[in-house]
């Protein structure tokens, strides 16, 4: 049964630590996305690579985040230093896009991010 | 811009009561995609359907059913004689179809409708 994968599932830290967090796509998927959900602003995206290649990050704090997408079987989204603002749950998804169209992208569990 | 409303923030019905959960979209695209994922108490997100704008086809999966109408911007969900089981956050997307340039495919979310079943 195919899934995407995030480690870790919780993680409480202390402000002005690093915090990365992981992800494991799809195997065959070529995209990935990472959202961000909250409760005054729901579901946003932060970032999205296709084919590892970053596309839009324009979602994403510039200070303080950074996405990468070392090889196709790992994603990390690292928060450097982390604020207590930054507390949420971080969602990875990877969907397969075609030139006809995207398919449903698929989401993780999530990572329950807490900054104290 | 893309846009979606969920104007139904929680909804409560009583077991084996039907229920649909509104979604109304903006885009300026005419091609794009329509969403639903259901998000239980335990906090991922689940796929539920992908229709395409071309599509107005409405669509039935056992007790839950779709109703895409381009005419008003609704893509509403219904879920027939609800179960316990069905208590979630659901969640209506939109992506567009553009295939190229930042932000392409990317979905944007309703902030969502808070479904309680009560036995």
């Known amino acids: 049964d195919a899934r995407v994968t995030q480690t870790p599932r919780h993680k409480v830290t202390e402000m002005g630590q690093e915090v990365t967090m992981r992800c494991q796509p799809i195997?065959?998927?070529?995209?990935v996305f990472w959202y961000r959900q909250t409760m005054m602003q729901g579901l946003e995206l932060l970032a999205y690579?296709?084919?590892?290649?970053?596309?839009?990050d324009s979602g994403m704090p510039k200070d303080r985040f950074s996405a990468e997408m070392p090889d196709a079987t790992l994603a990390t989204l690292k928060i450097q230093p982390s604020e207590p603002r930054d507390s949420a749950v971080y969602f990875c998804?990877?969907?397969?896009?075609?030139?006809?169209?995207?398919?449903?992208?698929?989401f993780g569990q999530g990572t329950r991010l807490t900054v104290v | 811009a893309q846009k979606v409303t969920q104007a139904q923030t929680e909804i409560s019905v009583v077991e084996k009561e039907d229920v649909t959960l509104d979604c109304v979209y903006e885009?300026?695209?005419?091609?794009?995609?329509l969403f639903w994922y259901k998000q239980p108490p335990s906090g991922e997100l689940v796929f539920l359907i992908r229709?395409?704008?071309?599509?107005?086809q409405n669509e039935i999966s056992g007790r839950y059913s779709w109703n895409f109408q381009k005419s008003t911007s609704s893509f509403n969900f219904t879920i027939t004689a609800s179960q316990v089981v069905d208590s979630a956050v659901y969640f209506c997307?939109?992506?567009?179809?553009?295939?190229?340039?930042?932000?392409?495919?990317?979905?944007?979310f309703g902030k969502g409708t808070k479904l309680s079943v009560i036995p």
């Open positions: 998804a990877s969907g397969w896009l075609v030139s006809t169209g995207n398919t449903e992208a698929f």
């Open positions: 195997l065959g998927h070529n995209t």
């Open positions: 690579f296709r084919n590892r290649a970053p596309l839009d």
């Open positions: 885009t300026r695209d005419t091609t794009y995609y």
């Open positions: 229709r395409n704008s071309f599509d107005e």
């Open positions: 997307a939109l992506s567009d179809a553009r295939g190229s340039g930042a932000g392409s495919y990317q979905l944007t």
